[in-house]
């Protein structure tokens, strides 16, 4: 950034619209399919029988977004670990030309991994409720709190220590919030697999 002073600016913004767009779909895909909704807005178009050209546009543009975006989204974690390993490799002094290989590798398995997980999967929303209840949780309310305190545990200010309290307030609702989430979205999984067995058993 040419003006590192103002990324807190852009990342206010940028996240403001992006909640606006995210409330939007999410209010407008309840108004339109009701208490029906289903995990993915795209499983509550119909398949079969569908004379509406709107909905083939929609899924079109569905794919595009997805081919689009997948390799943005999918740039952070593989260069995290094309660092990681490829670093491991050169110091222990592999083949040139394994190294070389090993982004393409790396890609090639990462891409697939994904792809395999979404189609062996039979409701992938219910599984990303729970990563979601597991990983965010820690994420935006555990790890950062408890971070804070233990760097400025040495530290007795009257503000350090407020600031401490106030983290560890945060850090309780984290605990609080990944327990009953992830226990809701185990419950959730059990709950299908135990219908879905039932129904087959029959």
């Not at 029988?49 to 909905?55: A, F, P």
Request: with cysteine.
């Amino acid at each position: 950034m040419k003006k590192p002073k103002d990324f807190n600016k852009v990342l206010i913004s940028s996240m403001t619209v992006v909640t606006i767009f995210y409330v939007i779909v999410s209010v407008s895909g309840y108004i339109c399919f009701g208490e029906n909704i289903k995990g993915s807005l795209p499983l509550n178009l119909p398949r079969k029988g569908n004379s509406n050209w709107i909905y083939s546009v929609v899924k079109l543009y569905l794919i595009f977004a997805i081919l689009t975006s997948y390799a943005l989204q999918f740039y952070v974690p593989i260069d995290i670990l094309e660092r990681f390993i490829i670093g491991k490799m050169k110091n222990r002094l592999y083949n040139r030309r394994i190294i070389t290989m090993m982004p393409y590798i790396l890609r090639i398995f990462g891409v697939a991994g994904t792809v395999g997980l979404a189609a062996a999967i039979p409701r992938i929303d219910l599984f990303i409720s729970l990563i979601g209840a597991a990983s965010s949780s820690c994420l935006a309310l555990i790890f950062p709190p408890v971070i804070y305190i233990l760097t400025y545990h040495n530290q007795g200010a009257h503000a350090v220590r407020c600031t401490k309290v106030l983290c560890a307030i945060v850090a309780i609702i984290g605990v609080v919030g990944f327990g009953f989430g992830t226990y809701a979205s185990l419950a959730q999984i059990v709950k299908y697999f135990s219908d879905k067995h039932q129904q087959s058993a029959a």
